[in-house]
Nanobody, 125 residues
Framework: QVQLVESGGGLVQAGGSLRLSCAAS????????MGWFRQAPGNERDFVAA????????DYADFVKGRFTISRDNAKNTVYLQMNSLQPEDSAVYYC??????????????????WGQGTQVTVSS
């Protein structure tokens, strides 16, 4: 089993930045593809970003490209999401997730077996 705990959410003004962290315990962290998803009220849970097991490959949803950066530190069992130039439409609960499946499915919600409890990000205009 893997336990994931997010932190770093909060309230920020438009144009500001936040850094989310997700600490993992349990199963070997480096064996998992790690992703970030987000869910706004009334919406589905959307893919935001993913990072490969080694950290050498990343993938981003179009709506965050150039603004968000995903990274991981396998020595610290932690994955990060640096969010810059935040806009009100980025407001959502952000979830980190872990997948033991292939990189091909990195954008698929169903490929992720492990989920954190979520952290709220609110961007004011």
């Amino acid at each position: 089993q893997v336990q994931l705990v997010e932190s770093g959410g909060g309230l920020v003004q438009a144009g500001g930045s936040l850094r989310l962290s997700c600490a993992a315990s349990g199963r070997t962290f480096s064996s998992l593809i790690m992703g970030w998803f987000r869910q706004a009220p009334g919406n589905e849970r959307d893919f935001v970003a993913a990072v490969s097991r080694s950290g050498s490959n990343t993938d981003y949803a179009d709506f965050v490209k150039g603004r968000f950066t995903i990274s991981r530190d396998n020595a610290k069992n932690t994955v990060y999401l640096q969010m810059n130039s935040l806009q009100p439409e980025d407001s959502a609960v952000y979830y980190c997730a872990g997948s033991s499946r292939t990189w091909y499915g990195r954008r698929r919600y169903a490929d992720y077996a492990y989920w954190g409890q979520g952290t709220q990000v609110t961007v004011s205009s």
